[in-house]
């Protein structure tokens, strides 16, 4: 089982920068990958972003791409995702979720592992 839990959530202003972070614990050497959701109100939970835990390959929806980063830290078994030039449409509770597998970011119950999610709010 692996534990995962967000953090660095808020309240910012357009234009503004927000970094999350996802701390993950229990058995991380089964995580193959790490991702980052996101649901706002309303809408159907989307992909944002993803890693994968050994090599470090990062793919991003094309929403967020140039704007938003991926990483992670295998010695602290957490990831992150820096987010910057952010905009309303940006206002959603942020989710990471791991697998022990490849995934289909287009189909996020699958994935093995949730964190409780973070609520990021971008006032204009």
């Known amino acids: 089982q692996v534990q995962l839990v967000e953090s660095g959530g808020g309240l910012v202003q357009a234009g503004g920068s927000l970094r999350l972070s996802c701390a993950a614990s229990?058995?991380?050497?089964?995580?193959?990958?790490m991702n980052w959701f996101r649901q706002a109100p309303g809408k159907e939970r989307e992909f944002v972003a993803t890693i994968t835990w050994g090599r470090g390959i990062t793919a991003y929806a094309d929403s967020v791409k140039g704007r938003f980063t991926i990483s992670r830290d295998n010695v602290k078994s957490t990831g992150y995702l820096q987010m910057n030039s952010l905009n309303p449409e940006d206002t959603a509770v942020y989710y990471c979720?791991?697998?022990?597998?490849?995934?289909?970011?287009?189909?996020?119950?699958?994935?093995?592992?949730w964190g409780q999610g973070t609520q990021v709010t971008v006032s204009s």
């Open positions: 979720a791991a697998a022990t597998g490849p995934r289909d970011p287009r189909f996020p119950s699958s994935y093995d592992y």
């Open positions: 229990g058995r991380t050497v089964s995580i193959y990958v």
